[in-house]
């Protein structure tokens, strides 16, 4: 290693990021975007329209760039005048989740006492503002539990409230007992878990036997706060018989699986059971609760696959949901339906609409649903007309549609909504289909502006089986020499590197420190149809892996400027199994491989992971012990005799999607076979990394990596 070397080596994170491409900065003297700047951006989160559409209220989050600590705010714009800028609501740090009643009054979630001896947890809290959008008066802590509220939501009338959070099973008050945890028996600190006891561990938490997410409703005082003597929980009493099981669902289920009938006399929610069957079970339906306390109505009890995302029509009469038809498949084609709440009729109302909504709502006026979906690349905004299904893709955005979120159909047609690209973060913005939209917010544009900018190019190519297949280049702009190539690949594998914004997996943050970063939707992706989605089942390591050669040649043919024959490749999740599966079926393609979170033997992880029902699904609906050999065609531990490509493994010890025994295992094999390799292992992590040093850490130790093969910045 000569000593320039060793001074490259030593120099941080922003330094080596200046000097990735000279020739970049010869002729954009703007910086490129660093790791630095990816953690300390604004996101953006929650958000709420005023009854009379003239105001929304959105949840910023902020990044001390030294502390790295995280703070959310909430903060009021004017959507009648968007060239004034957004005021920041004089409300404690960590305001979140706003909504508002019909009379205008803003709610939200922030710590609070439920008594003086208690500590603060999350409670609602609520305060009125004025015609211009300014607090009046003193924010009113709305609920005093003992327990945290996780979330809430306000019924039509502003007369009740539904709030939910982690509960005992038996209690009958909201946080008026112990949490229930029927797994410590003691006299040690051992959890036992006893036969039929569903979920053991679950993302990134160990369970705890008794206690679930639980939904109660309460009637609000006429000073807007919780009545606490009529609460009523949602899921009935305990007992035999009775619902148990996590409501919202876990661990991602939220107020989309929350919905209050028009008329505010009832209240639809999301839940599986949790029983033995759990680990397995996609079975999520929608129940019916009458507010009473009694015991709810199971809605969707003949469809034993996923019901979500339920939705009341403004004049009460129908009960719009998205639902799945294949029991054990999570990546299913999701179908819109209908529930005639007046003659008791449900039917398919998308059937032919080959995409699965990602949301889901009415206008003001019912006169359509409002959904979001993937479509090649893209998450645009669909129109659904209730009468006759028919499907009508929105353009909110021109010529580059990208990632729609945050949908809300105001009065006068027009939409709020959130969107970001591959190299832009979430803004809000407001418009009508087919018009231009205002943007509402700078979160981000401004400051990312001033850094060196990147180009995204869209291709398509024939891959396995001569379908077409999409991918993306990634490259920074105005760079005119070769550009090392790194390929991305996405996990799920039911996903798509599409056209959006990540905190995480950021192509626009790689392509800054001089590479080519491409993208592939092999077979498996989102966003082409269902045929497209199912094709991977059974097939991990062909069709794709064909996708991923055929796409590499065709991104170098299309751009001569990457360089093809000095690339890596990195992938997490599913992407790391690919990668796993790349070092012994592609050994001599790549220069360099990061492997995060993948699967290393088929084997071991049928047994270790949590959610059964997507391993076994995608091995044929069929456990390890009653079809071995479906497991062990694509299993990349039969091919570990052919590993010769330098590896960097990721691994996260509170990862129980794919445990870090897995990473450990390739690291294993790769130090046995006296393949470069090194390992980075996160105490403190999930399947995701998401704390800000930690995500530094990440990137600085994959950028040094990348730079140690593909750019000769040895290493000692």
């Known amino acids: 290693m000569t000593s320039l070397s060793r001074a490259i080596a030593s120099l941080p994170l922003t330094a080596l990021a200046l000097l990735a491409a000279p020739a970049l900065h010869a002729q954009a003297p703007a910086s490129p975007m660093t790791a630095q700047d990816l953690v300390t951006l604004d996101r953006l989160g929650g958000t709420a329209v005023s009854p009379d559409g003239s105001w929304v209220v959105f949840a910023r989050t902020v990044t001390d760039p030294q502390s790295y600590k995280r703070t959310t705010s909430l903060w009021i714009k004017s959507v009648a005048k968007p060239a004034q800028p957004p005021v920041r609501l004089p409300l404690p740090d960590g305001a979140s989740e706003p909504a508002f009643d019909r009379n205008g009054r803003l709610y939200y979630l922030a710590e609070g006492k439920p008594d003086a001896a208690s ?17 009046s008066g003193t924010p009113v802590q709305v609920s005093a539990f003992k327990a945290e509220v996780s979330g809430f939501k306000l019924s039509p009338d502003g007369r009740r409230i539904a709030v939910w959070g982690d509960l005992a099973r038996d209690c009958a008050t909201f946080g008026g007992c112990a949490e229930g945890n029927a797994a410590l028996t003691g006299p040690g600190s051992g959890r036992l878990y006893r036969d039929g006891a569903g979920f053991v561990r679950h993302w990134d938490q160990w369970e705890t036997p008794g ?12 000073q807007g706060a919780v009545d606490p003597a009529t609460g009523k929980p949602a899921d009935g009493p305990a007992g035999a018989g009775a619902l148990v099981g996590d409501a919202p669902t876990k661990p991602f289920g939220d107020g989309a699986e929350v919905a209050w009938s028009a008329d505010s006399s009832a209240l639809v929610f999301a839940a599986r059971r949790a029983d033995r069957d759990e680990p397995r079970s996609t079975n999520v339906d929608l129940w019916w609760s009458a507010l009473d306390g009694s015991a709810p109505t199971n809605l969707t009890e003949l469809n034993k696959a996923t019901d979500t995302m339920p939705a009341f029509s403004p004049d009460g009469r129908w009960l719009a949901w998205a639902a799945m038809t294949r029991p054990g498949y999570e990546s299913d084609k999701l179908d819109v339906w209908l529930l005639d709440l007046t003659t008791k009729e449900w039917r398919p109302l998308t059937g032919d609409w ?55 159909p105001l009065k006068d047609g027009r939409l709020l909504f959130a969107r970001d690209t591959i190299d832009t973060p979430a803004e809000l913005y407001i418009g009508k289909a087919g018009k231009t939209p205002v943007r509402l917010t700078d979160l981000n544009t401004t400051r990312l502006a001033a850094k060196g900018q990147v180009s995204t190019r869209r291709f398509n190519f024939k891959g396995a089986n001569g379908d077409t297949v999409w991918g993306q280049i990634v490259k920074p702009a105005g760079f005119t020499g070769k550009l090392p190539e790194v390929l991305l690949v996405h996990g799920g594998p039911q996903g798509s590197f599409n056209d959006s914004w990540s905190f995480r997996w950021n192509p626009r943050t790689i392509a800054s420190q001089g590479y080519a970063a491409v993208t592939i939707d092999f077979h498996g992706s989102t966003g082409y149809g269902q045929a497209f989605v199912d094709a991977i089942n059974q097939d991990w390591g062909g069709k794709p892996l064909e996708d991923l050669q055929k796409g590499l040649a065709a991104a170098e043919a299309l751009d001569t400027q990457i360089d093809g024959a000095n690339a890596c490749a990195m992938g997490a999740s599913y992407g790391g199994y690919m990668m796993n599966w790349i070092e012994g079926a592609w050994p001599d393609r790549f220069k360099c491989i990061v492997q995060h979170d993948g699967v290393f033997d088929a084997r071991a992880m049928a047994y270790e992971t949590e959610e059964l029902w997507f391993d076994e699904w995608e091995h044929g609906g069929k456990t390890y012990f009653e079809a071995p050999e479906a497991y062990e065609k694509w299993n990349p531990v039969n091919l570990v005799t052919k590993w010769q490509t330098p590896m960097l493994v990721i691994t996260s010890e509170k990862d129980f999607r794919i445990p870090y025994t897995q990473g450990l295992a390739a690291f294993t094999a790769l130090q046995t076979r006296k393949v470069p390799s090194e390992l980075l292992v996160f105490p403190d992590e999930n399947h995701w990394v998401l704390k800000p040093k930690n995500s530094l850490q990440w990137h600085r130790t994959v950028f040094s990596w990348l730079g140690r093969w593909l750019r000769g910045d040895g290493r000692d």
């Not at 500590?119 to 607090?135: F, I």
């Not at 206690?211 to 006429?222: D, E, G, Q, V």
């Open 119 to 135: 500590d603060a947890v999350g409670q609602v809290w609520s305060v009125a503002l004025d015609a211009a959008g300014v607090v």
């Open 211 to 222: 206690n679930y997410s639980r939904i109660f409703t309460f009637a609000l005082t006429t």
């Open 354 to 408: 080959d995409r699965s909504p990602t949301s889901l709502q009415w206008t003001p006026d019912g006169k359509a649903l409002i959904a979001t979906a993937e479509d090649v690349l893209d998450t645009p905004a669909f129109r659904i007309d209730p009468a006759s299904g028919k499907v009508t893709r929105l353009s909110l955005a021109g010529t580059r549609e990208g990632n729609i979120g945050h949908v809300t």
